[in-house]
Structures are given as structure tokens and as C-alpha cells.
């Protein structure tokens, strides 16, 4: 079969799933020679059984609105691959969810698990509601509600949910509360949590902090590093809020932020109370990134996005597509020499090629924003060991396996030239040690 029979056949039996066709198609793409020349591989139909989940489950979520009108929306859980652990990976709540989504996002996430070295399997869940305009009694009534179909199908030792888009400190919180109350169990089942009941210091900063770290380590191959460079981010939630933070100690400067409804351009560097400002933009139910523009007195563009500023490196941390072909030719003009995808498949096909048509520095979120969930994967250690690590500890840990995460892309994707392609390097990397670990375990 060819790697074109393969992807038709993909396709045929996941229509109008054009998300996770797409993530499919990236890995298949990286992996086939190596898949190819392994009779081990090939003769367990491992490619097959990889991309095609282990179990998806979708339910009603009904809860009250605060008018006493009753609401209905879908929840889904996606259980993709338990090869190396007990499935892992975030809740999003966002009006844009749907099946196709997150099985892209649960499929990416096997890889990007492996490539932590940490013992966790893939999955993904969430549902289509909105929190906008909502208040916190319904966002509560909601969780619970979710709470009470998901709990049957995760447990500390089966699947682990952490937090996604739309998922924060808040909503962990009422879900894991009503988890608790329904099974009278007090258990890591849920990471994210509060640090005060067997949440991990650094969490909500922790994809931030990772993705910074792996940009670092991609600099570090040019002899660079972020000291004195501009830095462009879009987003404004965890990751963004993280990977500003993180920039800033390093010595860049971050000039732009990204929401649904524009990007702002802060020339003079997004620092001190405007990281702070952050905090309030991400905890409340307000998406207007407009209100940091009149907050500051810095330019908004209504409906754009970030890339048209120059910039030394490139940040997308918001989500899906977000940065095509034509902002990754106003990028690689502006003399962008590095973009790390904080989010999961930011850039399209179109862009990706341009990166590495033109040998930018570019790596996948599946690496880059690998350190959520390695720091989920240490919160899991520490609630199985009913103990508490450091900020210092728990930063070391997370620098390590994102250095670790960088070497292994290397070793994968180093080309004869020089050039890493971080793309190839992070498929193969993440997609060995699931596929050796699926053929140990026999045709289950």
C-alpha cells in the first residue's frame, strides 16, 4: 500500500474531519519511510491501529442556565492510545468543538506524550459551550453536569483530564468537587487543580514556560539566544501569559498579544503590570483584546493577526490554523529566524512548508508545547506520592524534559546539511517509542 492508498483510506473512513486529516497526514508523512522499512511494524498494521481511537465517547450535557431554562450541549471524551500509560490530555470547552477537533488534538497528543518520556497514553475531550457572558453559578452547573457523564469512563490509573481552552483553575475545581462527590474518591484523577488540594506549582504557566524553553534550546543551535529579541505571540491565555513571562526573564521582548477580535502592538515590551493586567484577561469571560489597547494606550487591529509585525521570533499560542502561507511569507521577510508553535497545529500545511522551504527555525506544537502536559505528568507523580515539589524543583523538571524533548527532534531530524526539521524529528521521535511499545503488547 502507498502512503497515498493509506491516507485515502483514512479519509474514507473519517469523513468531514478535515482537522484530523490534516494531523494524520503530518505524521504519516514523517514516519513512512521508517514505517516502511520495518516488517515488525508493518506486519502488527501499526499505522492503522494508531490513527483510529480506542474508544469515543460522546453524551448529552444538560444543565440550567441562571434564568431556569434548561440547556443542552455535547460532551466527548476521546480515548486514543493507552500504549504507554493511562490516556492523558485536556478538556476544552469552546463553541467550536466537535469531533473532528478533538480527535486531531487526541491524536497529536500521542505523540506529544511520548515524546515526554513520561508514562502517559493520548486522549482529548470537551464540549461545544460557551462561557461567554456566562456567570460562575452556571459555568459551575455546567461542569457538574459534565462531570456526571464523564466520570464513568476516567479514573486516576484509566484516563487523566487536565485543562484545555476554556478549562482553567475554576473549572477543574467544579468538576473535580462533583467527581469527588459522586464517587467518594479523593484521587489524582484530574490535573490542574488547586494548589491548596494536590494541584502543581507552575501548571498554569507551565505550556508557557516549556515552549519558551524548547524556542531557547532551537536559538541555541544558531549560536542565539532571546536576549534582545522581539518576540510576537498571539493569544492571551495560559500559554501566551506563560511564554511572556518566561521571554521576559530571559531578556526578550514580547510586543504582541492576539484575541478573536485583533492583535494589539506594544513596541515597548509587554512586562510588569501588563503581565499582570493578563491574569485579568484570562480569568475573566471577556475575549477583547482591545481592552489591553485602551488599557495601555498601544495600537489594536480589528480582525488581524500578529504576523505582520517584525519580529525575531514568532510565537503562535492561540489555536488551530491560525497562521497560513501569507503570514509565513510576511515572517521569513521581516527576517523572523524562529517559530515555535505554543498551541496545537497553529501554522497550516502552507505555512510549515515555507518555514522549512526556507530554512527557518521551525518546530511543531506537539514538541514546543509539550510542557503542559509533562508538568500534568509530574503533578500525577505528586499525587501518587501525597507529596508537594518547589517552584524551583518543578521549572528544573520541566527544563530537563524540555531539553530532553529538543535532543531527541534532533536526533531525528538533523539533516545532512545541518538544518534540524523539527517537524520529522518529533513524529519519529514520539512515534517509536508508541509503535515498539504497541507490538510488545500484542493486537489488543
Not at 521576559?248 to 506594544?266: A, E, R, W
Not at 530537563?400 to 526539521?421: F, L
Request: proline share 4%.
Amino acid at each position: 500500500m502507498s502512503m497515498k492508498d493509506f491516507m485515502d483510506s483514512v479519509a474514507a473512513r473519517n469523513p468531514a474531519q478535515p482537522e484530523f486529516l490534516q494531523a494524520v497526514q503530518e505524521v504519516v508523512e514523517s514516519v513512512w519511510d521508517v514505517y516502511e522499512a520495518s516488517p515488525r511494524l508493518k506486519k502488527a498494521n501499526i499505522l492503522a491501529r494508531m490513527v483510529e481511537p480506542e474508544a469515543v465517547h460522546t453524551f448529552r450535557v444538560a444543565w440550567t442556565n441562571d434564568k431556569g431554562e434548561v440547556e443542552v450541549n455535547r460532551g466527548y471524551r476521546i480515548q486514543f492510545n493507552s500504549a504507554l500509560g493511562p490516556y492523558k490530555g485536556g478538556l476544552r470547552f469552546h463553541p467550536s468543538v466537535n469531533l473532528s477537533i478533538l480527535k486531531f488534538l487526541g491524536f497529536e497528543q500521542i505523540f506529544k506524550n511520548s515524546l515526554t518520556t513520561l508514562p502517559l497514553g493520548g486522549g482529548k475531550g470537551g464540549s461545544d459551550f460557551n462561557a461567554r457572558g456566562r456567570s460562575d453559578e452556571e459555568i459551575m452547573r455546567f461542569c457538574q453536569s459534565f462531570m456526571t457523564e464523564l466520570y464513568r469512563y476516567i479514573g486516576a490509573d484509566t484516563d487523566v483530564p487536565a485543562g484545555d481552552i476554556g478549562v482553567g483553575g475554576r473549572e477543574v475545581g467544579y468538576m473535580f468537587g462533583q467527581y469527588k462527590k459522586i464517587t467518594r474518591q479523593f484521587n489524582g484523577v484530574l490535573t490542574g487543580k488547586g494548589l491548596e488540594w494536590g494541584g502543581s506549582i507552575l501548571r498554569p504557566e507551565a505550556t508557557g514556560y516549556g515552549a519558551t524553553y524548547f524556542a531557547e534550546a532551537m536559538l541555541k543551535t544558531k549560536g542565539l539566544s532571546f536576549e534582545g529579541k522581539k518576540v510576537a505571540i498571539s493569544g492571551f491565555g495560559n500559554v501566551a501569559w506563560g511564554a511572556t513571562k518566561k521571554v521576559n526573564q530571559l531578556g526578550g521582548t514580547v510586543v504582541t498579544l492576539s484575541g478573536p477580535d485583533g492583535f494589539i502592538h506594544d513596541a515597548d515590551g509587554i512586562k510588569g503590570e501588563k503581565i499582570d493586567y493578563l491574569l485579568e484577561m484570562r480569568a475573566s469571560n471577556n475575549d477583547a483584546v482591545e481592552d489591553y489597547a485602551k488599557k495601555f494606550g498601544v495600537p489594536f487591529y480589528a480582525g488581524k493577526r500578529p504576523w505582520e509585525i517584525p519580529c525575531d521570533v514568532a510565537m503562535p499560542c492561540a489555536t488551530q490554523n491560525e497562521l497560513n502561507g501569507d503570514d509565513a511569507a510576511k515572517l521569513i521577510k521581516n527576517g523572523c529566524v524562529c517559530v515555535a508553535e505554543g498551541a496545537n497545529m497553529p501554522c497550516t500545511p502552507e505555512a510549515v512548508h515555507a518555514f522549512l522551504e526556507n530554512k527557518v527555525l521551525f518546530a511543531p506544537g506537539k514538541a514546543v508545547n509539550a510542557g503542559g502536559v509533562a508538568t500534568s505528568g509530574l503533578e500525577m507523580s505528586q499525587n501518587s506520592m501525597r507529596l508537594r515539589w518547589g517552584p524551583e524543583e518543578v521549572d528544573q523538571r520541566l527544563h530537563g524534559i524540555m531539553v530532553s524533548i529538543h535532543d531527541a527532534c534532533c536526533k531525528y531530524g538533523k539533516g545532512p546539511d545541518g538544518y534540524v526539521n523539527y517537524v520529522k524529528g518529533a513524529n519519529i521521535a514520539g512515534f517509536l517509542r508508541v509503535a515498539n511499545a504497541m507490538v510488545d503488547q500484542g493486537v489488543v
